[in-house]
């Protein structure tokens, strides 16, 4: 029996022992298994964080890119607006040099009608004093007719007139 507690005394302590560092062995075991899975957890994000950068980096350049050509194209509309305002201005002044033939122009035909009318008038006043003139050889300059102003035309005797 001493025998077997010799035996008993040597091996007890080596299965509590052996069972204490086995329940250590699991515990670490499980705390490898948490870690491992946080590393895993920290890879994945590590390369989703990596994806997010490479998504951004293109952005920027897409960004960079349109920005660039942004400033290309309002440099070319303002060429072309200082194209325009010089063709604007040209316009402006031809435009203000037709408006002013024109009034010219109106001056113009205001004066010939008024001239036209004119000539109209003395030309009616002309032909109906052309049927009053003298004709007889006794009226001349200096010498009047003894009978006073009578109608040379023979369609107009005996019509009375009156002066205007």
């Given at each position: 029996m001493e025998t077997?507690?010799?035996?008993?005394?040597?091996?007890?302590?080596?299965?509590?022992?052996?069972?204490?560092?086995?329940?250590?062995?699991?515990?670490?075991?499980g705390r490898e298994a948490r870690a491992a899975a946080a590393k895993a957890e920290a890879e994945a994000r590590r390369k989703e964080f990596e994806a997010y950068e490479l998504r951004i980096e293109e952005l920027h350049k897409q960004i960079n890119a349109a920005n660039k050509s942004n400033t290309e194209l309002t440099e070319r509309i303002a060429t072309l607006n200082r194209g325009l305002d010089g063709k604007t201005d040209r316009i402006r002044?031809?435009?203000d040099k037709l408006i002013e033939s024109e009034r010219a122009l109106n001056v113009a035909n205001a004066s010939i009608t008024r001239l036209t009318e004119q000539r109209d008038e003395e030309r009616r006043l002309k032909d109906k004093y052309r049927e009053w003139h003298c004709r007889s050889n006794v009226c001349q300059p200096g010498k009047?007719?003894?009978?006073?102003?009578?109608?040379?035309?023979?369609?107009?005797?005996g019509k009375q007139f009156q002066n205007e």
């Amino acid at each position: 029996m001493e025998t077997l507690t010799t035996i008993i005394n040597w091996v007890w302590p080596l299965l509590v022992g052996g069972g204490g560092v086995g329940l250590l062995f699991l515990r670490s075991r499980g705390r490898e298994a948490r870690a491992a899975a946080a590393k895993a957890e920290a890879e994945a994000r590590r390369k989703e964080f990596e994806a997010y950068e490479l998504r951004i980096e293109e952005l920027h350049k897409q960004i960079n890119a349109a920005n660039k050509s942004n400033t290309e194209l309002t440099e070319r509309i303002a060429t072309l607006n200082r194209g325009l305002d010089g063709k604007t201005d040209r316009i402006r002044g031809l435009t203000d040099k037709l408006i002013e033939s024109e009034r010219a122009l109106n001056v113009a035909n205001a004066s010939i009608t008024r001239l036209t009318e004119q000539r109209d008038e003395e030309r009616r006043l002309k032909d109906k004093y052309r049927e009053w003139h003298c004709r007889s050889n006794v009226c001349q300059p200096g010498k009047p007719d003894p009978d006073g102003r009578r109608p040379p035309n023979p369609n107009i005797i005996g019509k009375q007139f009156q002066n205007e």
